[in-house]
């Protein structure tokens, strides 16, 4: 069975917006505007310079769009949203209407330290093994993770597959001989409440002291984080990055993807660190950096 969905429940999902058109109109699918069908919810991005055609182009029903597209010769067959942000309402519209909920539930293939501590209304999927750690409330841990000793994971956490989190550094030292002996690591890792963590990222425990993500921070698939790392509230680790050991990353920084920063070195609030840059030096608050080694981007 297709469930409809009004304009009244579409619209309690967020802010402030107008309707204009058609208010019968209903969804049953949320699309590309440039794949939508009858019945679908799409949006359009008020930077567009084709936005007026699109709007006047899309089989979809319902638009979530800004106040510069003009809705005169609306359709009316259609219905548009008007709000400050189409994205961010977008996302919120589908977040509520069409993504599943993850019900609370430990799988019983999970392996769990008797030791561990387990909020409420956690997920933990098959095959997870987590050892002597504490887990927040409404926290998500999909399967064929590993959640080692001493990690504090807080609430409102999703943690994708096969993620593994508390696991030894990269850490040396060579006497005379020339043969390695490892550093300790005996530290542990924080992990802050609303963290998202993507599918098959590494994050390491403290040699001495611990790793610690902020709260809000979104880390996508295949990143690695070295011991002793901080990474300061809502601050963006996009794939394939590598974070070097007791490396300080602020507030609302964005890493692009394939980036690499050495260790010990602070990188200021509101960067930007661009796509495949070798980070070998700290950065100042508000500036853009690329290139490799990476260097100040100068807006001409």
């Not at 209903?26 to 505007?33: E, G, K, L, P, W």
């Amino acid at each position: 069975m297709i469930t409809k969905f009004s304009i009244d429940q579409i619209t309690s999902f967020i802010g402030a917006y107008n309707v204009v058109g058609n208010k019968d109109c209903f969804i049953t699918n949320a699309r590309n505007i440039s794949e939508a069908k009858k019945n679908s919810l799409v949006w359009i991005s008020p930077v567009k310079l084709n936005k007026q055609a699109l709007l006047d182009q899309t089989k979809g029903t319902v638009i979530i769009c800004d106040r510069s597209i003009d809705t005169t010769n609306l359709k009316k067959s259609k219905c548009c949203i008007i709000v400050d942000d189409p994205k961010l309402e977008f996302l919120r519209i589908v977040n509520g209407l069409f993504v599943p909920k993850t019900e609370p539930y430990i799988h019983p293939a999970a392996i769990i330290d008797a030791d561990a501590k387990i909020g409420l209304h956690v997920y933990i999927g098959p095959y997870t093994v987590i050892g002597k750690s504490i887990i927040g409330n409404n926290t998500i841990i999909e399967s064929n993770c590993r959640i080692h000793d001493n990690v504090i994971v807080g609430n409102n956490v999703n943690i994708q597959s096969g993620v593994v989190i508390g696991a030894a550094g990269f850490g040396y030292s060579r006497k005379p001989n020339g043969v390695s002996e490892r550093f300790p690591h005996i530290g542990g890792v924080v992990i802050e409440d609303h963290v998202d963590i993507g599918a098959n990222t590494c994050i390491d425990k403290g040699s001495l002291g611990n790793t610690w993500i902020k709260k809000g921070v979104k880390i996508d698939n295949l990143v690695h984080i070295a011991h002793n790392v901080i990474i300061e509230e809502d601050a963006f680790i996009i794939a394939h990055a590598m974070i070097g050991g007791s490396t300080t990353i602020g507030e609302k920084v964005w890493i692009a993807p394939t980036a690499a920063l050495r260790d010990n070195i602070f990188i200021g609030k509101n960067v930007i660190v661009g796509l495949g840059a070798v980070v070998t030096k700290s950065i100042p608050d508000d500036e853009v950096w690329m290139g490799n080694p990476a260097k100040k981007f100068e807006r001409k």
